[in-house]
């Protein structure tokens, strides 16, 4: 797989995960299967783990300028493989942080 098409895959996936987050669903479905939707034990920020990718919501507790952007009401999720950010959703735009 290309990392074009690794990308379109991420954000295809990454943009149903954000919809049942911020719709405050429980689970989301992904190619037939049903994931359910967890909570960090400290922050109670949302997430799912698929795949190695952690898509998370960003925490509104913290003092960066995201969590400032998410006290706002914006809303922003990332996507993450280990310890590396790979993309970001905010306010329903897609945005792939690899190409930086």
């Not at 990454?14 to 049942?20: E, H, Q, T």
Request: glycine residues 8%.
């Amino acid at each position: 797989m290309s990392e074009e098409e690794e990308i379109d895959r991420i954000a295809e996936v990454a943009n149903r995960i954000y919809d049942a987050i911020f719709g405050g669903l429980d689970s989301v479905e992904i190619e037939g299967e049903n994931i359910p939707i967890t909570q960090t034990s400290r922050s109670k920020v949302r997430l799912v783990e698929r795949d190695g990718y952690t898509y998370i919501e960003q925490n509104p507790h913290k003092e960066s300028h995201w969590a400032k952007l998410a006290q706002e009401g914006h809303q922003i999720m990332w996507v993450i493989q280990g310890r590396k950010y790979l993309a970001q959703i905010k306010d329903g735009k897609f945005i792939n942080l690899k190409r930086k």
